[in-house]
């Protein structure tokens, strides 16, 4: 079992051939002794840590588990009852606790290689200090999803279940290692975004991180840990505030599309994305998305014949919001099965799982994207903390509205909330109606957002008990067995 984990982690060091990424193709393997000589190849080892945000682990596994915690779906159903422990896990928890770690080790090496190089071989400090930037927020991202999924995220400073953070290339001789608390890893955390912010360049294609991006993940951040059960850290809240301001009067390229469906047509190449995976065209985008959005979500849905005033695409709360929604025709529709020789269609969520296998149209590499980071999330973002600093409810509103005019398909009229608690409502409701299924938004609403006094939460799945330690996973068993230093989220072993 130590010789698997061992593995695992150094084999997190070695770039795995990726024919175009991104135009900086990693051709060798990394080690501390290969070392990065050359600006390209410098540039190739961020690229190598950009390659691995692909599959289930930054995709439809990762945002139908937080679906399913949140109670939208059931489509993982020991992450909708809660029911998951260090040996009794949920599916693919071991993978995605592995993965992030490769794409945390992958950015470690860049950060480590790229100050050494010599001063001759760079085009400039600014440019190395921009390529350092790009590798330290990819490194943030890593680290932030995995205390979102895998420690006391919500919890005081002094909590001792936060992150086992990594800032140096994994080998035999650090693998054991114990985690740090909950404030240790938000300051690691927010140190490497607020380089990023220096140090990044300006936001010119979601297909790299930016500025931009790096001010909007540490706004949502401060949101999501400020706000979490209505306990509202104004302080927080206000810096968060400011961070959302200064992006959405960035002078850059990112803009709202006024169509949704031609947003979704284009995926990753729209600049209303911040941030999307990029599945490079060399025929495996399919493999590459993962299973969950190109198979399991079809699956969930609907199975064909339709009846209209039926349909849920697999949601068990909600529906009836999302089919009076005009948006509802766009990101939802009729799929050709994912398994690739089976005729059967259903109604699921075209704005992910794209059009199925074959759906005798389309056929071949399609545009499999996961939308880490939206224009129209800043908006309602805006809204929400807007209302939890003490702005009126015609403030409040005002963002949403905002981004609601943009539209032209489908259009969205404006919403008119008349007390506080409307209010707080469709703000909630705009983050299921706007982001299902995108990168996990729907989860972390429901437990900020109340309802009669409650989380969401407990609205949205009335008979299952909501653990405050079950809201992230145990540490998966291998890192256990193999790390004496680890110790387990309680309530989880």
């Known amino acids: 079992m130590k010789k698997t984990i061992y593995t695992a982690l150094l084999v997190a060091t070695s770039l795995f051939s990726c024919s175009d990424f991104l135009d900086r193709d990693p051709y060798y393997v990394v080690t501390n002794e290969n070392a990065i000589n050359s600006f390209d190849k410098a540039e190739a080892a961020v690229g190598g840590a950009y390659a691995t945000l692909t599959g289930d682990s930054w995709a439809g596994g990762l945002y139908a588990a937080q679906a399913s915690k949140a109670g939208f779906i059931d489509w993982k159903i020991i992450d909708y009852t809660f029911d998951y422990t260090e040996t009794e896990n949920a599916p693919g928890v071991n993978t995605i606790w592995k993965d992030f770690y490769t794409t945390i080790n992958r950015a470690n090496f860049a950060i480590e290689g790229i100050p050494k190089l010599d001063t001759s071989l760079v085009p400039s400090e600014e440019a190395r200090e921009a390529l350092i930037a790009e590798a330290r927020c990819i ?250 600093t003490g702005a009126s409810i015609s ?27 409307e209010l707080m409502d469709m703000i909630f409701q705009e983050y299921f109606l706007e982001l299902f299924l995108e990168n996990g938004s729907e989860f972390f609403a429901s437990l900020r957002f109340f309802k009669n006094g409650n989380p969401w939460i407990n609205t949205i799945k009335p008979g299952i008990s909501i653990i405050e330690n079950k809201l992230c996973w145990p540490i998966p068993e291998e890192e256990m067995t193999n790390n004496k230093l680890m110790k387990q989220n309680p309530d989880l072993d």
């Open 395 to 421: 403030e409040a509103i005002a963002p949403i509205n905002t981004m609601r005019s943009i539209r032209t398909n489908p259009v969205l009229s404006a919403l008119n909330p008349s007390t506080q608690e």
């Open 139 to 388: 490194r943030a991202w890593a680290h932030i999803n995995l205390l979102w999924n895998f420690g006391h995220w919500w919890a005081n400073d002094n909590d001792e279940y936060g992150i086992l953070y990594r800032d140096e290339l994994a080998d035999l001789s650090n693998i054991t290692k114990a985690r740090i608390s909950v404030g240790e890893s938000y300051e690691k955390i927010y140190a490497d975004l607020d380089y990023a912010i220096e140090h990044l360049s300006a936001y010119t294609t979601p297909r790299y991180m930016s500025t931009e991006f790096a001010k909007a993940l540490k706004a949502k951040i401060l949101l999501y840990r400020g706000a979490y059960n209505n306990n509202n850290d104004t302080p927080a809240l206000n810096e968060a505030l400011l961070l959302i301001n200064d992006v959405l009067a960035s002078s850059s390229n990112l803009s709202m599309e006024s169509d949704l469906e031609t947003f979704y047509e284009q995926a990753w190449d729209s600049n209303e994305n911040l941030f999307a995976n990029y599945l490079e065209n060399d025929g495996k985008r399919t493999q590459k998305a993962g299973t969950y959005y190109n198979l399991s979500v079809i699956e969930n849905g609907d199975p064909r014949p339709y009846d209209p005033n039926t349909l849920t695409a697999g949601l068990i709360y909600g529906a009836d919001w999302f089919r009076q929604d005009p948006r509802w025709d766009i990101v939802t529709g009729d799929i050709r099965s994912g398994v690739r020789f089976s005729s059967n269609r259903f109604w699921s969520w075209k704005k992910v799982a794209r059009y199925g296998a074959n759906d005798g149209i389309r056929f071949g590499d399609e545009k499999y994207a996961s939308y880490f980071l939206r224009y129209p999330e800043l908006y309602i973002m805006k809204a929400e903390l807007l209302a939890r």
